[in-house]
């Protein structure tokens, strides 16, 4: 299969709980929003707008397989606000993927894109498949036929897509080149995250991992903590937590255990993060115990010792069953929707700081952002460049939500979503309700 570590993150961990205990994503999603719409005295009317996706396409479309035979899969865009801009965001396969899924991704992206105040609105997109369980060429053939269903919807001007779980660099550009043979010229900018050869960005790989970077060095600074030394634990090792590991590794950190959908390893002394890139494949599964490490299971993982906790796979893997077994003073959202709304209240409870999803990993929406202006205007920037501009956006947004914080004695998720919520509602208004 094609798919590589640059989309395999949420597909190699697993939740450590039930499935029946996770809440519904998108009515966690409205929880969170409302939690901010209160304190920000957001009218009724503008509140219906927020918690409304604009679009919801459903698409059943038939798939030839190798074998000949022909399949029917299930996929949805949602499109949730655009009055800050063109729609973005992306597109995962999962078997799990549903339209509640969809639609709390969808407005995340709203938020994420607004709090690191980027000129967009927010999608998502998915369909109901193991990627895994495809050949190349069925992967493709999909990959093709989803995008032709999206066609009447999308574009570089109104709602642009990106790798996501179970999607990579190689589906952007089947999808990219779709799009441009019904249009009869290359439109590089209908998607991001794909490969450089075809319009991609230097930097685009490593942006959200490295962002994950620069907002634990902005909280532990926060903290009068030094990152040498530092005991950090990351659930998932695909494009995000690799990169985050790499990096923290770099910067003198202990990483004390990593995982992939199978399990955990955990040394005390810190895991040899070289070592454990070795034992890895280009999906981010761990195939290759690593010397020294213990194996442990994803829920023994998520309640280790340790300063900070990234959860850098899926959603819904910190549940009011095991918050209070959460030993982390820093819990760093890499991932999605990691945390249910009634397991961060325990966490807060217990003096744990939550650095929410839609801040700790915007450095990959920034650097797509980055990479639709450089097709825009055919026109690319080297990668010290790229991440020297990641760096700037993402600092300075996790000042502002930090100082908004602080004034208002708020969470800082709640102060996340009090600066993307304002920042959404002030452009409502600004354009008014047509007609």
């Not at 190349?136 to 999206?150: K, Q």
């Not at 450089?374 to 790229?386: I, P, R, Y």
Request: proline share 5%.
């Amino acid at each position: 299969m094609a798919t590589t570590r640059a989309t395999s993150d949420a597909l190699n961990s697993a939740p450590s709980t039930a499935p029946d205990e996770a809440p519904n994503p998108y009515l966690s999603a409205c929880r969170q929003m409302e939690s901010a719409a209160e304190l920000l005295g957001i009218k009724a009317g503008q509140l219906e707008i927020l918690k409304s996706p604009k679009r919801e396409l459903t698409v059943n479309f038939p798939v030839e397989m190798d074998d000949g035979s022909v399949q029917i899969f299930t996929g949805y865009r949602v499109q949730h606000n655009d009055a800050r801009g063109p729609f973005k965001g992306g597109i995962r396969y999962a078997n799990h993927v549903s339209l509640d899924e969809v639609k709390a991704l969808a407005m995340w992206m709203t938020w994420k894109s607004a709090v690191v105040n980027l000129p967009y609105g927010g999608a998502k997109g998915g369909v109901i498949v193991d990627p895994a369980s495809l050949s190349d060429a069925e992967l493709e053939n999909l990959s093709r036929r989803f995008i032709t269903e999206l066609e009447p919807i999308i574009g570089p001007d109104r709602d642009i897509a990106a790798p996501d779980m179970g999607t990579d660099s190689t589906v952007m550009a089947w999808m990219m080149d779709t799009y441009s043979m019904a249009h009869g010229h290359t439109v590089p900018a209908i998607v991001t995250g794909k490969p450089v050869s075809v319009g991609g960005s230097l930097g685009r790989f490593e942006a959200t991992g490295r962002g994950v970077l620069f907002c634990i060095e902005e909280i532990a600074r926060r903290r009068d903590e030094s990152l040498d030394g530092l005991r950090v634990v990351i659930q998932g090792f695909g494009q995000v937590g690799s990169v985050a590991a790499r990096l923290l590794d770099d910067c003198g950190a202990e990483i004390l255990a990593v995982s992939d959908a199978q399990a955990g390893y955990y040394n005390a002394h810190g895991l040899d993060i070289a070592e454990m890139m070795r034992c890895s494949n280009d999906r981010g599964h761990i195939v290759a115990p690593p010397r020294g490490a213990d194996r442990i299971s994803n829920a023994e993982l998520l309640e280790l010792d340790c300063d900070y906790l990234v959860p850098a796979a899926i959603e819904n893997v910190i549940l009011p069953s095991n918050a209070n077994e959460i030993n982390a003073k820093v819990v760093v959202e890499a991932a999605n929707g990691p945390t249910a709304p009634d397991a961060e209240a325990i966490l807060l409870d217990r003096g744990i700081t939550v650095v929410p999803d839609i801040l700790a990993n915007a450095g990959g929406v920034t650097v797509s952002y980055m990479e639709w202006v450089q097709d825009l205007q055919s026109f690319f920037w080297e990668e010290a460049e790229v991440n020297q501009r990641l760096a700037r956006i993402m600092r300075y947004a996790f000042g502002e939500v930090w100082a908004i914080a602080q004034d208002r004695h708020v969470s800082l998720r709640d102060a996340a979503h009090l600066l993307a919520i304002g920042r959404v509602v002030e452009a409502i208004q600004t354009r008014g309700v047509f007609p």
